[in-house]
């Protein structure tokens, strides 16, 4: 696995959906979405509070920012799924605002 591009974000959200056709009470990504999307939707805005946090306090040290990102871009991932909208779509719709 490539972890050097942001193609990683695409494998990832193939990997969640790996995690979720296998349906294992021991995967944290199938234990939340049996939580239901309002519950997927709480953790997205949870997270994203303390990405924002992070990056206020970061005192030159981007060490907690780039936590704090990963755990909203993993969280964000899975609510997508939940919505229904894949990685692609969203990146076809930043695309076309950008010829816009």
Do not use: C, P
Request: avoid cysteine; glycine fraction near 4%.
């Amino acid at each position: 696995m490539n972890t050097n591009n942001n193609q990683f974000l695409f494998e990832l959200e193939g990997i969640i959906n790996d995690r979720l056709a296998e349906g294992s009470d021991k995967s944290y990504t199938y234990k939340l979405m049996q939580d239901g999307i309002n519950q997927v939707a709480k953790k997205v805005i949870e997270e994203s509070s303390e990405f924002a946090i992070a990056s206020i306090q970061k005192k030159n040290d981007t060490k907690d920012i780039v936590w704090e990102a990963a755990d909203l871009m993993y969280h964000f991932l899975i609510l997508l799924n939940a919505s229904g909208v894949t990685l692609n779509e969203v990146s076809k719709e930043l695309e076309n605002r950008n010829k816009g």
